[in-house]
T-cell receptor, first 114, second 117 residues
Framework: DVKVTQSSRYLVKRTGEKVFLECVQDMDHENMFWYRQDPGLGLRLIYFSYDVKMKEKGDIPEGYSVSREKKERFSLILESASTNQTSMYLC?????????????FGPGTRLTVL | AQKITQTQPGMFVQEKEAVTLDCTYDTSDPSYGLFWYKQPSSGEMIFLIYQGSYDQQNATEGRYSLNFQKARKSANLVISASQLGDSAMYFCAMRAILTGGGNKLTFGTGTQLKVEL
């Protein structure tokens, strides 16, 4: 079974703090993704990576950065957390580009910024 | 650009009844895939079913089937014989190879399904 793990299920941070969200997958997938989920807005793509050290902006990259130093690990960084970044963050991975390939999701991190 | 529309924010269904969750999509890409995911209150996203744009038959997976109407650009999820454990948020998503960035999924806003006794 594919397993995607995220470092925390719940996280509370203060405005201005630097926040790291970690995601690890164990299936040697090339692609990794970070989404945020907000009520009424569905899932929105923040960043994705299709290879080590490669990254591409998604639909809402502002205020976020990412790092992929190893194939299995994809980190989302909030350089200076703000209250409007309070959200559920979901990490996903998938094998390289086949249209039929689903993405496999981690359990999510519910981040609250005070 | 790709777009997925789910117009039902919430749905109720009686146990053992069938329910249809609506999904319409918009893309100019001739080749695309459509996915449905279930998200229980615990938060994890569970893949349910996939339909390819060139598939001749509607996809089925156990109690889940996809009513794919290509000309209408709709990909509705049908859950037969609903169970209490089907209560969850359901998301429709699309991947378009040529115009959608290849690897990316575009999600709808979701439908919250509640199964009642």
């Amino acid at each position: 079974d594919v397993k995607v793990t995220q470092s925390s299920r719940y996280l509370v941070k203060r405005t201005g703090e630097k926040v790291f969200l970690e995601c690890v997958q164990d299936m040697d997938h090339e692609n990794m993704f970070w989404y945020r989920q907000d009520p009424g807005l569905g899932l929105r793509l923040i960043y994705f990576s299709y290879d080590v050290k490669m990254k591409e902006k998604g639909d809402i990259p502002e205020g976020y950065s990412v790092s992929r130093e190893k194939k299995e690990r994809f980190s989302l960084i909030l350089e200076s957390a703000s209250t409007n970044q309070t959200s559920m963050y979901l990490c996903a991975s998938s094998p390289f580009s086949s249209i039929t390939d689903t993405q496999y999701f981690g359990p999510g991190t519910r981040l609250t910024v005070l | 650009a790709q777009k997925i529309t789910q117009t039902q924010p919430g749905m109720f269904v009686q146990e053992k009844e069938a329910v249809t969750l609506d999904c319409t999509y918009d893309t100019s890409d001739p080749s695309y895939g459509l996915f449905w995911y279930k998200q229980p209150s615990s938060g994890e996203m569970i893949f349910l079913i996939y339909q390819g744009s060139y598939d001749q038959q509607n996809a089925t997976e156990g109690r889940y089937s996809l009513n794919f109407q290509k000309a209408r650009k709709s990909a509705n999820l049908v859950i037969s014989a609903s169970q209490l454990g089907d209560s969850a948020m359901y998301f429709c998503a699309m991947r378009a190879i040529l115009t959608g960035g290849g690897n990316k999924l575009t999600f709808g806003t979701g439908t919250q399904l509640k199964v009642e006794l």
